[in-house]
């Protein structure tokens, strides 16, 4: 049976001599130049071109934008994805925040040509301060990942400079995002796991015992992923400071929290945030990010460098910091989303970003207390920007009804699946994160669908487990997919 | 109220009655009253800007950054090329934009098949087997090319080239510092040739040699010095790493096929913005056998349960939210967008368009040095070596002097080097584009030739012979 194709590989179009451009020609004295081998020494030009695809521009233009069209996003459908902060991207921060001045700008202008971009940085800078309770901020991370990085490394550091070279362990939930592990690792410490308390939180017997000498930091999210507030906060990072260690706060779940406790105050060293998630720059398909880190006076001198300054008439880079981790990015992070986070804060203000929080946590607990009703909700407190809750009701009139199952049905009602299966400690977990820009009839209509796919798990299950319907494709094997991956158009008949 | 919440006040009191609560604040009550009081800002407005007020601000912020008047030579591993309208219209659709990562294939067909397309042109480009979907830059690249390279060899020792960017060197040295587990050496291709290299460094404890070709002077690795480092890769059972400009990759063979095992480099060049240095994206390319080593994410080619073809993120076993700590890496993104930028810049530009925009640039770089250095005084740092679209240029006077009378002509001139390497105090690093006109070429030289000129009438000879003195430190 041939199989069906949703879009031929562009590769497959192409038109030998077809043209997508055109460029200009070497318009000066070309003596000497007119053949490659006048100017690139014999055996490092190319033998053959490269099989790029050639095609005029309207062929090119028509596949990209029919790809496009098999997307979900945001500016299409809902999407509840926890942990995930998929809110409403504004247009006039991407417009904006792409104005010829900044796009054509080179990293390694002058100073004093750069002056209104290095503004944008040094005040995004203070506002970020000024959200979390932070002292200073870097904003060269390029992603939450690389800001937990850059943040593990200045606790590194700071021990290293304290002469307490036998803090080796980090310890971190079983509840935590899969990169704090990943993150501390790669910066050469142990990983300690806590086991969560029945609350989902921090267990306050199982810290003391595993508080240690040893012991460099913590690392939580707070609220924590299934969305509760760490009610014992203060005592927890009293505990870890009298232990000796350090605070890290993921700030992945910062969304929940503008404007009603700052992290700082909380008793934490240092954070990152999440720009695509709190403060809506665009998730691209997967990226980019940016991954501002801020931190207490205790850390801020191994920040990286260069960090953006003002002398009281010029903005400048500065350099000045001589026990510096160093630099973690080419150049100085990625700006086009500093100049749209900095729209963004400036469009709110300090009020609005307080509204943002509490819009996020009453959309959540709305959702919440309208979905206990059908599904299973193992932790049913006031949650924060998100809450979790489970397939288990609805396995239990089919036993093949699971997770995966049902957020897969959600697709055909145009709306993206929860994240789920995640934090691990709940089994069969959907983490569902409405954020503050869904209106109250998204969120009735969510409800109503999640009634229908509760419905259909009892009288219909044929229909969720064949799940989804209407979507450009069907349900994808992806263990057979990885048992023989084929990863490149041209050597795809040769993959082993 | 606010620019972007939907709610009415009348929302959030239905709501709120919905629940059975009384106010909104009860769902504050499980936060330390401690914590929630007295909360204050020391730079944030409490009120925001409307829509007209944030258009005016930023519009008043970006012209302030007034280098666009001027015409740019600047390089340094970002580049002012020329990025087709189409670019722009494509990735400014909101379907790509305001997507999630594809983890649910079934809606997001549209990214997954852009990144393969950008995963086969990599591999096509770097003449190797695999890419992946990008990590954060070139930067992060090399750096994770390193890492990759210890973790197949076991080996810990880094062999970098001094002529690698300083940036990236920076990045290299921040992550091998916190990891602890690599040593890094140095070695300068300008004072020593491949063969030195082998005799300074006979250990066998090597995990990588890490190059850049065309090199941050803009010089290239010939073939010969290919085969070298091949050989000696070979002997000790290290891994070549090399960091390309793909653009440069239109015209030059691919290091894939010149003994590179992984290729790595920065995809700015293709039909993404300079913006201040960021967002770009890191690609990356292998063999087929360093596959399971490889980080970041994949996208496979499959079919779906009713034989439809399609794509989907596969071997994630290798990633964090999985291995956790086991993770091959950290990263848990790829530059999607700026890989989407450069995807279908390259489908506009085709294998002819690529080559054609690669030499372009290089006939202006080679017209442009061939007129410099014929003035008294000036010389190409690097005579002996090949070059691409940038190049080094030796100065009878300080950078900073020439950069300075250029920027009075509305040219910004280039970089100086000493900021990078403090051995090279009067070198000009020049770089030229498809985008830099014949008329900005012929005004660089008239303005350049004026600088040297008043240099040559106001200097006295000592300071002249004291400059030639400090050329014949460069190599012969």
Known sequence: MTAKVLETPIFEKSNPGARGVSLPVFGLDSTGLNRISDFLPEGLTRKNLSRLPELAQLDTIRHYVRLSQLNHCIDTGFYPLGSCTMKFNPKVCDLYGQLDGFTQLHPLTPESLSQGALEVMYRLQQYLADVSGFDRVTLQPAAGAQGELVGMMMVKAYFKKHQQPERTQVLIPDAAHGTNPASAAMCGFEVIELKSNREGGVDLDELKQKLSPKTAALMLTNPNTLGLFERDILEITRLVHDAGGLMYYDGANLNAVMGQAKPALMGFDVMHINTHKTFATPHGGGGPGSGPVAVNNKLAPFLPKPYADFDGSQYFLNNDLPDSIGKVKAFWGNFEMMARAFTYISAYGSEGLARVSQDAVLNANYLKEKLKTMYHVPYDLTCKHEFVMTSQRQKVTDPHINTMAIVKRLMDFGIHPPTVYFPLIVAECIMIEPTDTESKETLDRFIEVMSEIDRECRETPDVILNAPHTTPIGKVDEVAAARNPDLNYFSAAKAD | ?476
């Open chain 2, 1 to 476: 109220m606010y620019n972007f919440l939907p709610h009415t006040a009348e929302d959030r009191l239905n709501m709120v009655k919905a629940m059975g609560l009384s106010s909104e604040t009860q769902l504050f009550d499980d936060i330390p009253a401690s914590l929630r009081h007295g909360i204050t800002y020391k730079y944030l407005q409490p009120e925001g800007l409307s829509e007209l007020e944030l258009q005016e601000r930023l519009k008043q912020l970006a012209t302030q950054n007034t280098a666009g008047s001027y015409s740019s030579f600047l390089g340094g591993g970002a580049y002012h090329r020329f990025i087709p309208s189409a670019v722009n219209t494509i990735a400014s659709r909101s379907e790509f934009y305001t997507a999630y990562t594809p983890y649910q294939p079934e809606v997001s067909q549209g990214t997954l098949q852009v990144v393969y397309e950008f995963q086969t042109m990599i591999a096509e480009l770097t003449g190797l087997d695999v890419a992946n979907a990008s990590v954060y830059d070139g930067a992060s690249a090399v750096t994770e090319a390193a890492l990759m390279a210890a973790r197949i060899t076991k080996h810990s020792k880094l062999l970098v080239s001094k002529t690698l960017h300083p940036d990236y060197r920076a990045v290299l040295n921040t992550y091998t510092e916190a990891l602890e587990a690599l040593t890094i050496d140095t070695f300068d291709p300008l004072k020593s040739t491949v063969e030195n290299l082998i005799e300074t460094w006979p250990t066998d404890d090597v995990a990588a040699v890490i190059i850049q070709h065309p090199d941050f002077l803009g010089c290239l690795t010939e073939a010969a010095s290919f085969n070298a480092l091949r050989a000696y890769c070979d002997a000790r059972g290290a891994l070549l790493i090399v960091s390309s400009d793909p653009v440069s990759l239109g015209v030059l063979e691919p290091p894939g096929r010149l003994g590179a095992d992984i290729v790595v480099g920065d995809i700015q060049p293709l039909g993404n913005n300079l913006s201040f240095g960021g967002p770009y994206g890191g690609y990356m390319a292998t063999r087929q056998k360093y596959l399971r080593q490889l980080p970041g994410r994949l996208v496979g080619r499959t079919l779906d349960k009713n034989n439809t073809v399609c794509y989907t993120l596969t071997l994630q076993t290798r990633e964090q939210h999985i291995r956790r700590e086991k993770a091959t890496s950290n990263i848990c993104t790829n530059q999607a967008l700026n890989v989407l930028k450069a995807t279908v810049y390259m489908a506009l530009m085709g294998p002819k368009g690529l080559c054609e925009v690669a030499t372009l640039s290089m006939q202006r770089a080679h017209y442009l040095a061939s007129a410099l250095s014929k003035l008294p005084g000036v010389s190409l740092l690097a005579p002996e070596r090949a070059f691409g679209f940038e190049f080094a240029l030796s100065l009878p006077a300080p950078a900073e002097d020439c950069l300075t009378w250029m920027r009075a002509q509305n040219i910004l001139g280039g970089l100086s080097l000493s900021a990078y390497y403090p051995e090279y105090p009067n070198t000009l690093l020049i770089a030229t584009t498809e985008v830099n006109t014949d008329k900005e070429i012929t005004h660089f030289i008239d303005v350049f030739g004026t600088w040297v000129e008043s240099f040559n009438l106001s200097h006295s000879k000592k300071e002249a012979s004291g400059a030639l003195k400090a050329k014949e430190t460069c190599p012969s």
